[in-house]
């Protein structure tokens, strides 16, 4: 088929088009308004790509109009839609294309409200290090694998699983358009709050998911945590627990023992039949001893992957981008690129980082990109979500889809930051961010977090850092 892709630079849309030009499909794409990393991810990627939208854009004998769920594609009124509506050619959603495409494959999903990422990439990375061909959809890059998306060669297919919607007229969750086998369950916290009111909105599509499991070959692998407990019955599957601390009494679930942090962190994976694996890692935070944790349980349980292999994997494996990337290369003052979009997200980051730099100030650059950051009901995150941090710069919150909820103003959030006693200001420009961060004393630390542009500053700003602080590191 030829399938055009109209905001190829999502995340998903661009692993779906690599997963369908991989399939033997013929690709385009189009889309406006991208920053870094996935602009230039996507450029690089060899599809025949229009950066403004255009009726121009759509090729002859087009097949199939793959639409994202952006708020600033347009939807129904975006002019790519509208011609290939008048020629009759269909229109659809990368997960109801990933769905339908999949539906033949040995699906694993991995869902959660935060670690979904990570693990995905490091269950794909697992396999592929193993030599099985496995198939794989990653809404993040990671320098571990060649892609986002891959076809593959064998049954097996590991998706991301987000419970976010399809789009404004499809309100369901895109993980239950995937036909899983297993589940890969990480966390269960409220999250997307414009679209999921309240809690129970929300854990009710990771309910159905589990309600999607065969009951005679399905397997659940989950997190220890009480939300997810109260769920799990909905899954006729068999269900494997995880956490990073021994499940009690019960001893039936997989944890680690001995865990030593460090530039190379070093801890014992136990299995609940007392199988134990010495593993290492270069990912920073116990968030990731965590994820690594639940992909190893789940490779382990279902035979995938010989131990030798697995270990070797997981201590090769580079992260995600975005995901505590270190940017900077000779300053003594590092800079870290976190992912912000969720408190838990955030808070996970930013204890990873006081617990591998427990000495050095901590000043966090953040932007409240997201809705769920800038709706004036999540203003109570920001009573404890800075705790330990010395200092924070915030980018003020964006104005796309401020009508359609509550959002706070630049100034309540600032007050609010500063009433837990955290130094704060407001910077409103790359250039007013860099000055405030080149008086520093040297031995700080310094933490972007944002799932957003982040006003450019980490392309920006690590050059800037290499020159101001480069001498330091050097001299010591």
């Known amino acids: 088929m030829r399938i055009h892709f109209t905001g190829i630079a999502g995340a998903g849309m661009a692993a779906a088009a690599l997963m369908m030009r991989e399939a033997g499909h013929a690709i385009t794409g189009s889309d406006e308004d991208v920053f870094p990393p996935m602009s230039t991810y996507v450029e690089g990627l060899g599809f025949p790509i229009s950066w403004r939208f255009d009726s121009a854009n759509l090729p002859e004998g087009l097949d199939l109009l793959v639409l994202g769920a952006s708020a600033k594609l347009g939807g129904e009124s975006n002019v790519e839609v509208k011609a290939a509506r008048a020629r009759g050619v269909r229109v659809t959603t990368f997960p109801e294309l990933v769905g339908e495409a999949t539906a033949i494959k040995k699906n694993t999903v991995v869902a959660g409200s935060f670690g979904k990422s990570t693990c995905t ?6 396999l592929r290090v193993a030599g099985r061909d496995a198939g794989w959809m990653i809404g ?36 239950v358009l995937y036909h899983p086998r297993d589940v890969l369950l990480t966390s269960l916290i409220h999250d997307h709050v414009n679209v999921f009111p309240t809690f129970a909105d929300y854990e009710a599509p990771f309910r159905e998911l ?40 019960r001893g039936d679930g997989w944890h680690c023992e001995d865990v030593v942090y460090g530039d190379v962190t070093r801890f014992m994976l136990v299995g609940p039949d007392g199988r134990r694996v010495p ?29 030798a292999d697995l270990a070797r994997a997981v201590e090769s494996f580079a992260g995600i981008r975005r995901r505590l990337d270190r940017l900077t290369r000779t300053s003594a003052v590092p800079v870290i690129e976190g992912f ?8 996970s980051a930013i204890e990873a980082m006081l617990l591998h730099y427990p000495t050095r100030p ?19 995150w920001y009573d404890t979500v800075f705790a330990g941090v010395a200092r924070v710069l915030v980018i003020p919150p964006p104005h796309h889809g401020e009508a359609s909820h509550q959002q706070s103003s630049f100034p309540e959030i600032l007050a609010r930051i500063a009433a837990t006693g955290v ?43 290499d020159r101001l602080y480069g001498a330091a590191e050097a001299a010591a």
């Open 121 to 126: 990439a490091l269950l794909a990375h697992v």
């Open 362 to 380: 901590l000043t966090v650059v953040f932007e409240p990109h997201t809705f769920s950051w800038r709706n004036r009901d999540a203003l109570p």
């Open 279 to 307: 593993l290492a890692t270069t990912l920073l935070g116990e968030h990731n001893v965590e994820n690594i944790v639940g992909v190893c349980a789940y490779v382990l349980e279902r035979g995938l992957v010989p131990e």
């Open 423 to 465: 130094a704060v200001e407001g910077v409103e420009t790359a250039a007013a961010t860099t000055a405030a961060l080149s008086r520093l004393a040297g031995d700080e630390v310094v933490l972007l977090l944002s799932s957003g542009p982040l006003l450019g500053l980490p392309d920006s700003l690590p050059a800037v850092f």
């Open 140 to 175: 993040a890059i990671s320098p571990s694998l060649p892609d986002t998306g891959h076809w593959g060669a064998a049954p097996e297919v590991v998706l991301e699983g987000d419970e976010y919607i399809v789009g404004p007229n499809d309100r369901r969750s895109k993980f």
């Open 210 to 249: 589990l309600r999607l499991l065969p009951a005679a070959e399905g397997l659940l692998v989950a997190r220890e945590h009480p939300a997810i407990r109260a769920i799990a019955a909905e899954a006729a599957s068999r269900i494997v627990w995880y956490d990073t601390a021994p499940n009690g009494a």
């Open 340 to 347: 912000g979009s969720s408190y838990e997200k955030a808070r």
